[in-house]
């Protein structure tokens, strides 16, 4: 999975709508997300990780989803357009403080023409595709304070 472009609205820090396009910053093959504390290093990378899983993380400390949502705002998008397994698809995240409002769509980015239309299924399918459940995942992308030592070791599995 390679992440190509990350639109935030109404997320935590980011009230208004935010994008970070990932293909220009990794132009030169390499590049940091840096920033004071509070600015949003780590809510762009669990951006990353709502748009492609269901649930954050087990060992997150961010609480419930519904959290993300800034004060100021009735609901949170989260849009993650990402490359896999040699197609570009985009997801669509909508968390809502009323119930029933969280949606999740999952459509071809080129084509516009929807996937998986339900959230269950664009969760398992995308799971399936990305053969990591979402504890994996965030430990290969995000490498926590504390933790290189444990890094080191791990197996490949």
Do not use: H, W
């Amino acid at each position: 999975m390679k992440p190509l472009k990350l639109e935030i609205e109404g997320v935590n820090s980011f009230r208004e709508k935010q994008t970070v396009d990932f293909e220009a910053l990794s132009q030169g093959n390499l590049f940091c997300i840096s920033g004071k504390t509070g600015s949003g290093k780590t809510t762009i990378l669990d951006c990353v990780i709502l748009g492609l899983y269901e649930k954050l993380p087990s060992f997150s400390s961010r609480g419930k989803i519904e959290d993300y949502i800034n004060l100021r705002s009735d609901r949170a998008e989260i849009k993650l357009t990402f490359e896999l397994d040699g197609k570009i698809y985009r997801t669509e995240r909508v968390i809502s403080r009323k119930a029933g409002g969280n949606t999740v769509r999952l459509t071809d980015a080129e084509t516009g023409i929807a996937v998986k239309e339900k959230s269950k299924e664009t969760f398992d399918f995308l799971g399936e595709k990305l053969g990591l459940d979402v504890d994996q995942f965030a430990r290969v992308i995000i490498l926590q304070q504390g933790e290189f030592a444990r890094f080191l070791k791990a197996t490949k599995s």
